[in-house]
Structures are given as structure tokens and as C-alpha cells.
């Protein structure tokens, strides 16, 4: 399974972005797709998650703010921020969990300014 994410960047405070992730080389709809963010030094943490029945896990911290979305037929999850904050800076990575493997992206920047 290869993960292609797109959508970081550079946006000020009280703002906006929109992460996609598409999926490609599996046969059936993916299990459990995310997103998870790093910063320099720090573990890789959970944002958000959604299973293939949409069921959605989001971290304490984007609760509200932040919404994930998938499409099953596409193999593709959406992460949609809104009222970004500083905090939200870091590398963002793609995940999906498939036949018992996990996968990753190529991290996505977003810098949020203050």
C-alpha cells in the first residue's frame, strides 16, 4: 500500500487546511486510515483516525477544531482543520492500518503562525 498525502502548508492562526491522503495497491476498502503529527523531538502522535464504517477517534487536543472523512470507493481520508493554532505545528503523516500492517505517508508540513 502506498499513501500519498498533499494539503500542508503555511497558515496563520484562527485558520484553515485541508489534508488528503489517497491509498493505492490494495484490493479492498482499508481498514483504518489517520492522520498522526510530529515535531522535532517529540514522539509521533495520534490526531485522528477512521475506520471503513466511518467510526472516528480524534486526540483531546483537535477535538471540535479538526474533522476526518474518508471515502471508501477512493481509498482516500480528508482531515479538515479549522481554527489552527500554533501547537498544530508539525509534519503530518498519512496511516493506514491493512491485513495486520501498518503504513505510512511522507509527512505533510503545517506551520500554523501566531
Known amino acids: 500500500v502506498q499513501l500519498q498525502a498533499s494539503g500542508g502548508g503555511l497558515v496563520q492562526a484562527g485558520g484553515s487546511l485541508k489534508l488528503s491522503c489517497a491509498a493505492s495497491g490494495s484490493d479492498f476498502s482499508i481498514n483504518i486510515m489517520g492522520w498522526y503529527r510530529q515535531v522535532p523531538e517529540k514522539q509521533r502522535e495520534r490526531v485522528a483516525t477512521?475506520?471503513?464504517?466511518?467510526?472516528?477517534n480524534y486526540s483531546d487536543s483537535v477535538k471540535g477544531r479538526f474533522t476526518i472523512s474518508r471515502d471508501n470507493d477512493k481509498n482516500t481520508v480528508y482531515l479538515q482543520m479549522n481554527s489552527l493554532k500554533p501547537e498544530d505545528t508539525g509534519t503530518y503523516f498519512c496511516?493506514?492500518?491493512?491485513?495486520?500492517?501498518?503504513?505510512w505517508g511522507k509527512g505533510t508540513q503545517v506551520t500554523v503562525s501566531s
Open positions: 477512521i475506520n471503513r464504517y466511518r467510526s472516528v
Open positions: 496511516y493506514a492500518a491493512w491485513r495486520g500492517r501498518d503504513y
